[in-house]
């Protein structure tokens, strides 16, 4: 279908015939059909073409919807060829956006959608300025098909009054989906980066003249950086793909194209991701109604009138690593090679390269993960030395070989269980050291520290690559998120604007808070009793396993009822994850926000709180609650009627084993979930292709999965928990920074693989930062201080060791004894601080006083030591705060210029008016 015809001086129409399909969907009469050959089906296609549009069109031009005949688009086969695997329209000019639709098989109920839709616009035009507008949904299916293809039609109309437009309708194999290929003109692209004050890159004259005024300093850093050029040839860890060059900058204005870089070739003056950028600002401006509110194509896909809406990938995946195909040598083929492929994993990322095929938001994604695993090198290398320590002293305890020589007769773990030898839990006993030494307090406060200097680095990291990526001083012009919906028909006028804009009560919107609220903490009440019955089952499995007949179950119980009771967790962590997930969601929606910055603020908070609480609360139970009010022999304290006492090598075992099982399987199930998953159902879905007619390219790439609604929300949020598992708990599992920078090795190139092949490309969007995760990461490193003090101070035993070193013997003689005493009336010992009487003793206070001692010391340091680390390490590297000073003085040195031109221009002297640099990346002094 083609909706204009030839308006005499305003556009021209080709439509084109393109096969029975197409002729039989819209209607069209005989016409001479476009050859179509393997390896691309037989498709129809309809061309719209526009020149020389100085303005928008008459309204009573707009809508004419009449369908005319046409010529081919393509001159011969092999040309159609060429120009689709170029991703170009039949005119040779490159395809910017591909926008989706459905339409129905049937030609007639089509044409009536058709018609009812220009009956529709036709009455809605006569009543413009009424309330009622065209964005209400009808009742009934064929309503809403009708008002979906007014709206689409409308849109396209907008679309079609932007001069030099080339679209392109082609119907696809599937004759229920049409895709409308669109080339955004270069003057469009350009009044769009001036609305949004897009950074460009300068003419480099000056550039020139500051080399020719390097001082030796400078012609040393320069010979220097000649020299890393040189060595990244030979570089295991290099990517090989070139790094972005730098120049000035400034905000681009049209008047003054002729001060930015590659102004005499449009083709190579915009980027990839800006076209991108610009495009998708574009299309997110047309109006598709005639109320202020009704535009953007976010609402199109919101309420279904479009099924996609995306830039294409530059070019198909590489089918293998000849570096003479033509699909290698693109961006994306050059990406999956150097990025994305598992056998580039020890490879530095392309960040360069990243920001500019997917723009500065996901770039500053993959920047931060690749910090963050970047840092945890050395935690990881720390961790496995203190490791390597306990492993390597566990025999030499005297404790230990107390114990394993004691025949000391312990009291029976349950009312009806047998007594048993201490000395059956010998190897645990050792083994606990492994994990609970000296070392251990060292790598806490290591720990600790790490976090919060991890934090400022990034600062500093973050503020570079905001500069280097001219999104320093980004102010994004926010638009409303198509969800949004006002109360009723009520309006009022925008503070700043003055247009008339959406309004919802804000008293409505704190009642809906008050009920999400009280649903999030229902929900967290649901899952702390979900993690009492599996405390429960914890209990009454170390019961059952303790009056096993085989000593090594008997002795194992503990053990054995952590380490099942950790796995059913792990599994009920990932189930009630899902569907808190789905729960949050739909509540945020229901919240209303007008703002996508609020909503996922709002997600955030909703996502974090619940998350931190299913996935950490067996955790604090373990570490903090169990083994504290365990009573004495004929007074036990009890927790549904079972004992929750630590094993008689201590509590902080079972948490290493708890952290452990969770922490890891979690990253198991996630990378099975991201990688191998998508993997077999693309494998299928090549199988199910096989033989088949290949699709052109843009219908290949619609078949992808779409970009989520959520990007990278859910990326950050699993970084976000794992974070707290290597800080929060790491006094008692020094290797988990080691398993998180395995995991995340393998992250990096998941997520790099699930973008090159199996998303859609989205469009490039700008950001200067990761945005509110960043306070996240504050809170959590500022709550890891606590957690390892309690920690060190109440689940493990160290310090009660030092204590009765220090008050009795230095070698730990007697040690078993003191801390298993034994009670006459019950003949048997018992694990406890208490005395022989079950009373609270000398020992038992002193025990207490050097917890709360240490405590006290231990957040002192370290909350001093951060704040030192924060005070002495700058956010932005000095280098980087003097380029910003000298860009700042030259801007306003600039300004001053413009100021006297103007003076002189209106006394009648011209002189040259220059933009104001915006930015000076490399060699600039100050």
């Given at each position: 279908r083609c909706r204009i015809g030839r308006v005499e001086g305003m556009a021209e129409v080709v439509q084109p015939a393109g096969g029975e399909d197409f002729d039989r969907l819209h209607g069209i009469g005989a016409v001479p059909p476009i050859d179509s050959d393997p390896p691309y089906p037989k498709a129809g296609r309809a061309s719209?073409?526009?020149?020389?549009?100085?303005?928008?069109?008459?309204?009573?031009?707009?809508?004419?919807?009449?369908?005319?005949?046409?010529?081919?688009?393509?001159?011969?086969?092999?040309?159609?060829?060429?120009?689709?695997?170029?991703?170009k329209l039949s005119n040779g000019l490159r395809v910017d956006y591909v926008l989706v639709h459905k339409v129905n098989k049937d030609k007639n109920v089509q044409e009536r959608f058709e018609k009812d839709a220009r009956e529709r616009w036709s009455k809605l035009q006569k009543r413009k300025g009424s309330n009622k507008g065209n964005d209400e949904d009808d009742d009934d299916e064929v309503g809403r098909d009708v008002s979906r293809t007014m709206k689409r039609l409308q849109f396209e109309d907008s679309l079609a009054a932007m001069k030099g437009a080339s679209v392109e309708q082609e119907i696809g194999k599937n004759t229920e989906l049409v895709f409308t290929k669109i080339h955004f003109p270069f003057d469009s692209l350009a009044s769009m980066a001036e609305s949004i004050s897009l950074n460009m890159p300068l003419v480099d004259e000056e550039q020139k003249e500051r080399q020719e005024a390097l001082t030796v300093s400078d012609r040393v850093k320069k010979g220097w950086k000649s020299f890393n050029k040189f060595i990244k040839r030979y570089d295991f860890f290099d990517h090989g793909l070139d790094e972005e060059e730098d120049y000035f900058s400034a905000p681009f204005v049209k008047v003054n194209i002729t001060k930015f870089r590659n102004h005499n070739d449009q083709n190579k003056?915009?980027?990839?991701?800006?076209?991108?950028?610009?495009?998708?600002?574009?299309?997110?401006?047309?109006?598709?109604?005639?109320?202020?509110?009704?535009?953007?194509?976010?609402?199109?896909?919101?309420?279904?009138?479009?099924?996609?809406?995306?830039?294409?990938?530059?070019?198909?995946?590489?089918?293998?690593?000849?570096?003479?195909?033509?699909?290698?040598?693109?961006?994306?083929?050059?990406?999956?090679?150097?990025?994305?492929?598992?056998?580039?994993?020890?490879?530095?990322?392309?960040?360069?390269?990243?920001?500019?095929?997917?723009?500065e938001r996901v770039g500053i994604y993959f920047a931060w993960l690749g910090f963050y695993t970047t840092w945890l090198i050395f935690p990881a290398f720390v961790g496995f030395i203190v490791f390597l320590y306990g492993l390597g002293t566990f025999e030499q305890?005297?404790?230990?070989?107390?114990?394993?020589?004691?025949?000391?007769?312990?009291?029976?773990?349950?009312?009806?269980?047998?007594?048993?030898?201490?000395?059956?839990?010998?190897?645990?006993?050792?083994?606990?050291?492994?994990?609970?030494?000296?070392?251990?307090?060292?790598?806490?406060?290591?720990?600790?520290?790490?976090?919060?200097?991890?934090?400022?680095?990034?600062?500093?990291?973050?503020?570079?690559?905001?500069?280097?990526?001219?999104?320093?001083n980004l102010s994004l012009e926010e638009p409303d998120r198509p969800q949004f919906k006002g109360k009723g028909t009520k309006t009022r006028k925008h503070p700043v604007t003055g247009a008339e804009e959406k309004y919802y009560p804000v008293h409505l919107r704190w009642v809906k808070y008050f009920v999400t609220f009280s649903t999030v903490v229902v929900a967290i009440t649901a899952v702390i009793m979900i993690a009492i019955g599996i405390i429960v089952y914890r209990l009454a499995v170390a019961v059952v396993a303790a009056r096993s007949s085989d000593p090594s179950i008997r002795t194992q119980?503990?053990?054995?009822?952590?380490?099942?009771?950790?796995?059913?967790?792990?599994?009920?962590?990932?189930?009630?994850?899902?569907?808190?997930?789905?729960?949050?969601?739909?509540?945020?929606?229901?919240?209303?926000?007008?703002?996508?910055?609020?909503?996922?603020?709002?997600?955030?908070?909703?996502?974090?709180?619940?998350?931190?609480?299913?996935?950490?609360?067996?955790?604090?139970?373990?570490?903090?609650?169990?083994?504290?009010?365990?009573g004495s022999p004929g007074d036990y304290g009890t927790f549904f009627g079972y004992r929750q006492e630590c094993a008689n090598y201590g509590c902080l075992l079972e948490l290493t084993i708890q952290l452990a099982i969770i922490m890891v399987g979690k990253q198991v199930i996630g990378n099975v979930t991201e990688f191998m998953i998508p993997r077999v159902m693309r494998y299928i879905e090549k199988r199910r292709r096989k033989g088949e007619v290949q699709l052109m390219p843009w219908e290949e790439q619609f078949s992808l999965e779409a970009w989520p609604a959520m990007d990278l929300f859910f990326e950050y949020l699993e970084m976000i928990i794992q974070f707290g598992f290597i800080t929060l708990f790491v006094a008692s599992f020094p290797l988990s920074p080691f398993f998180a920078l395995i995991n995340n090795i393998w992250e990096i190139r998941i997520d790099a693989d699930k973008m090159i092949t199996g998303l859609r490309r989205p469009p490039a969007q700008r950001a200067a930062s990761i945005g509110i995760w960043e306070g996240v990461l504050e809170f959590v490193s500022f709550f890891s201080v606590i957690t390892?003090?309690?920690?060190?101070?109440?689940?493990?035993?160290?310090?009660?060791?030092?204590?009765?070193?220090?008050?009795?013997?230095?070698?730990?003689?007697?040690?078993?004894?003191?801390?298993?005493?034994?009670?006459?009336?019950?003949?048997?010992?018992?694990?406890?601080?208490?005395d022989t009487n079950g009373k609270k003793g000398i020992f038992f206070y002193e025990v207490w006083a050097a917890r709360a001692g240490f405590l006290i010391a231990f957040e002192h340091f370290v909350f001093l030591a951060k704040f030192a680390a924060q005070a002495v390490i700058p956010n932005v590297p000095k280098k980087i705060d003097q380029k910003i000073k000298r860009e700042e003085f030259l801007a306003a040195k600039a300004l001053q210029k413009q100021m006297d031109d103007t003076d002189d221009f209106l006394s009648g002297e011209v002189h040259d008016v220059s933009l104001p640099a915006r930015s000076l990346k490399e060699n600039s002094s100050v």
């Open positions: 719209l073409e526009l020149h020389d549009l100085a303005a928008p069109a008459p309204e009573s031009e707009k809508t004419s919807f009449r369908p005319r005949a046409a010529t081919q688009l393509y001159k011969n086969v092999e040309e159609k060829y060429i120009l689709a695997n170029e991703l003056f915009f980027t990839d991701s800006q076209r991108s950028t610009l495009g998708f600002e574009i299309l997110n401006r047309l109006q598709y109604g005639l109320k202020a509110d009704q535009v953007g194509i976010r609402k199109l896909l919101h309420n279904g009138t479009y099924v996609g809406a995306f830039p294409l990938h530059d070019g198909p995946l590489p089918a293998n690593d000849d570096p003479t195909l033509p699909e290698n040598k693109t961006t994306r083929g050059l990406l999956y090679q150097r990025w994305a492929r598992i056998s580039s994993m020890f490879r530095r990322q392309p960040i360069d390269t990243i920001r500019k095929y997917f723009g305890q005297n404790d230990a070989k107390d114990l394993c020589n004691s025949n000391k007769i312990m009291c029976p773990l349950c009312d009806t269980c047998e007594p048993w030898i201490l000395k059956d839990v010998c190897l645990p006993y050792k083994f606990s050291w492994v994990f609970d030494n000296g070392a251990t307090i060292f790598f806490a406060i290591f720990m600790s520290i790490w976090a919060s200097v991890f934090q400022d680095f990034w600062r500093r990291r973050n503020a570079q690559l905001a500069y280097e990526w001219d999104v320093r119980s503990t053990v054995i009822a952590s380490a099942t009771a950790a796995i059913i967790n792990l599994f009920v962590i990932t189930i009630l994850s899902m569907i808190y997930s789905r729960l949050a969601v739909i509540m945020t929606d229901w919240e209303n926000h007008r703002k996508h910055s609020k909503y996922e603020a709002h997600l955030a908070f909703k996502m974090f709180v619940f998350q931190f609480v299913n996935t950490y609360s067996s955790l604090f139970y373990v570490a903090f609650f169990k083994g504290q009010q365990t390892n003090g309690l920690v060190i101070a109440i689940t493990s035993s160290y310090l009660t060791k030092l204590v009765y070193q220090y008050q009795y013997e230095s070698d730990l003689d007697g040690f078993i004894n003191k801390t298993r005493p034994f009670f006459v009336d019950y003949n048997c010992s018992y694990s406890t601080l208490l």
